[in-house]
């Protein structure tokens, strides 16, 4: 895996502002590969990839729930949602009932887990090596601030070994998800482009519109981070809830669709399909 000559200076960065060591390997090596490549193989075809999000409160989903997810012909991957409520045991739970379903179909599951500004870097890259061991096919950081922080993830990914997807790495499995969702970070997108090391560049439209204090605002800071991943060559997520909203999208060069789940999302993801032309 290869990454650019500025990292070296991020990463010295980071480590003198941070107070969190750094020694290019984690402390304990994790021998995990990750079954991401069912959206991968999609990505690399060409594809769109059609996902939502799961909630991550304990009890909300059974495992015999999270094989009908899994099971859904319609749904590429699951957004775990631990980012307010942190627990081991959803992730789980998904990783059970995902289990159910033959390799070949298994939706990739996505786990994203609290800010690092909440949590800090210590008790973050615990919860990697956790995500890690508990069978998460991929990991979304949310409210990435700075290149520093990008820099210092992408670092501590590869000194574990993580064999992480990214245009830099084809070959990867293990899906890495770095979300830009504040105006200051939005200032930053192009030099985390640069960055290297992770698999999709996205903005957070909802904490990104309250961020700058209106919905047109958020979509044109979520544009810049798509045109930053787009020329970096990244695949870049969006919310929709509508199938002309997914074309849209999808017209716009978002690749990762994502939305909420109900009774009615089979039929929406059946019909953006159609309209998108997967």
Known sequence: MKYNNKITTVLALLILTSGVSYSGHANAQVDYVGEGSYIIDILDNGGNIYGVFVPGNEGVYSVDMAEELASNEQLDYLFLNLEGIYTT?????LVEGISRVPPADRPTLLVRIPTIDDAGYELTLQRINEVLEHGGDGIVFPHISSAAMAAYLSGYMEGLGVDVWSPQNPDGKFITVYMLEDGHAITQAYEVAEVGGYSFLSCGIGSLSGDLGSSELGEAGCLEVLAQATRGNYPSMMTSYTPDAFAQRVEEG???????????????FRRAREVVGD
């Open 89 to 93: 045991a959803a992730i789980d739970v």
């Open 254 to 268: 978002y690749t990762g669709l994502l939305s909420i789940w109900n009774d009615d999302t089979t039929g929406i």
